[in-house]
């Protein structure tokens, strides 16, 4: 118990009475004071204290952490190396003449209305097929070319006026293939 001046009076008047036992006058509840060494700053927080985040939460929040930071990782790698080919590579490199023929089950009349490039490469995939029919050794890419430019004449020489429109460019392709052998 502790004692304090009385605000009328000015006696002693303890801090757990009402009113000053000398004079009457009402007195303050004085909250008893606590000695300074007990105090700690746990028993008067500053500021309150935030929600603690559930461990779910926690975790979830570290993994999409980690998720974005792998794809930012694998973006910066694609990125670098696509910057670092060498421009050649990112060239399309043009094909070969031997190569993109798609009128194997074509009709004459697609034929005609194609490109001397695709018609090129499919004589010579028919040149080639006939060859191994024939059993004869296929030859290296370049002596190949003459014969697949001289099937791919004689095939669009057969539809002059559209008359074979109809008729499937293999069968047309196999009748020059047998004539150009005579």
């Known amino acids: 118990m502790a004692l304090v001046k009385c605000r009328e009076c000015g006696n002693q008047v303890s801090t757990e009475a009402t009113a000053c036992p000398?004079?009457?006058?009402?007195?303050?509840?004085?909250?008893?004071?606590?000695?300074?060494?007990?105090?700690?700053?746990?028993?008067?927080?500053?500021?309150?204290?935030?929600?603690?985040?559930?461990?779910?939460?926690?975790?979830?929040?570290?993994?999409?952490?980690?998720?974005?930071?792998?794809?930012?990782?694998?973006?910066?790698?694609?990125?670098?190396?696509?910057?670092s080919a060498p421009s050649s590579a990112l060239a399309p490199q043009p094909k070969p003449w031997y190569s993109g023929g798609t009128l194997h089950a074509a009709k004459m009349s697609e034929w005609s209305g194609s490109s001397y490039a695709n018609r090129l490469a499919t004589s010579a995939d028919f040149v080639t097929k006939m060859m191994q029919r024939d059993g004869k050794t296929i030859p290296p890419v370049d002596h190949i070319r003459p014969l697949a430019e001289t099937l791919e004449r004689n095939i669009s020489a057969a539809n002059t006026d559209g008359v074979a429109d109809s008729q499937d460019v293999a069968t047309i392709a196999a009748t020059c293939w047998i004539l150009m052998k005579q």
């Open 22 to 83: 000398h004079c009457g006058a009402p007195q303050r509840a004085v909250p008893p004071l606590i000695p300074r060494t007990a105090v700690t700053h746990h028993a008067l927080p500053l500021r309150p204290q935030k929600k603690r985040v559930g461990v779910f939460s926690g975790c979830l929040i570290v993994f999409l952490s980690l998720v974005a930071i792998g794809a930012i990782v694998a973006i910066m790698q694609t990125t670098r190396e696509t910057s």
